[in-house]
């Protein structure tokens, strides 16, 4: 089983919808990320955590929403979709001592 | 702030030859981490290598190997044997080192590498 896992893999949704991409990790981390990938731009950080209790903004938070349920669970909100958010979205997790990234297997999302 | 350029949005290559990928890189830093990521048509991020700016040896995993140019801030990857699974879009990393670095990766705007058979 995949140590990063999102839901949904692909998703196509309308300009105002709110939409909720979730993400779930069994490694253990505490450390956990949200991505987005635009053609030509790379990733870009949207949110990250450190822990439950810990959410900070990454450059482009403009838009977006974050929960951490758990230890094992961020979700992404987008409150009120819009068509420039079409893009791939991964989440991640960094182990603690290598802060070696994780990814999720992406989120494809179409913003119509 | 950190800013990671990767100035080839594409590059082709025989199959069996081999290519070389670049990446540079801007930090007043002295301890960061540089990484290659492999992103092939399923998506996935997978991480090919990384090397430590404290290294003065270049990384190296069988057929990928880096040529780490500290000085330059130039950090390039060189496939050797090139195989039809090399086909994918490659993202150069960095990463500021110790608790500041867990903060994010700053990526590269990607390479997308095309094996011809």
């Known amino acids: 089983d995949a140590d990063v896992t999102q839901t949904p893999r692909n998703r196509i949704t309308k300009t105002g919808k709110r939409i909720m991409l979730e993400c779930s990790q069994t490694?253990?981390?505490?450390?956990m990320y949200w991505y987005r990938q635009d053609p030509g731009l790379g990733l870009r950080l949207i949110y990250y955590?450190?822990?439950?209790?810990?959410?900070n903004k990454g450059e482009i938070s403009d838009g977006y929403s974050v929960s951490r349920q758990a230890q094992a669970k961020f979700s992404l909100s987008l409150e009120s979709a819009i068509p420039n958010q079409t893009a791939l979205y991964f989440c991640?997790?960094?182990?603690?001592?290598?802060?070696?990234?994780?990814f999720g297997p992406g989120t494809r999302l179409t913003v119509t | 702030a950190q800013t990671v350029t990767q100035s080839q949005p594409e590059m082709s290559v025989q199959e069996a030859e081999t290519v070389t990928l670049s990446c540079t890189y801007d930090?007043?830093?002295?301890?960061?981490?540089l990484f290659w990521y492999k992103q092939p048509p399923s998506r996935q991020m997978i991480l090919v290598i990384r090397?430590?700016?404290?290294?003065?040896q270049n990384a190296t995993e069988n057929r990928f190997s880096v040529n780490f140019q500290k000085a330059a801030k130039s950090f390039s990857l060189k496939i050797s044997d090139s195989q039809l699974g090399d086909a994918a879009m490659y993202f150069c990393?960095?990463?500021?080192?110790?608790?500041?670095?867990?903060?994010?990766?700053?990526f590269g705007q990607g390479t997308r590498l095309t094996i011809n058979p």
């Open positions: 991640a997790t960094m182990a603690p001592n290598t802060y070696e990234q994780y």
């Open positions: 490694k253990g981390h505490d450390r």
């Open positions: 955590s450190f822990d439950v209790k810990d959410i």
């Open positions: 930090t007043s830093e002295s301890d960061y981490y």
């Open positions: 090397q430590e700016a404290y290294k003065q």
């Open positions: 990393a960095y990463r500021k080192g110790g608790i500041q670095g867990a903060q994010k990766l700053v």
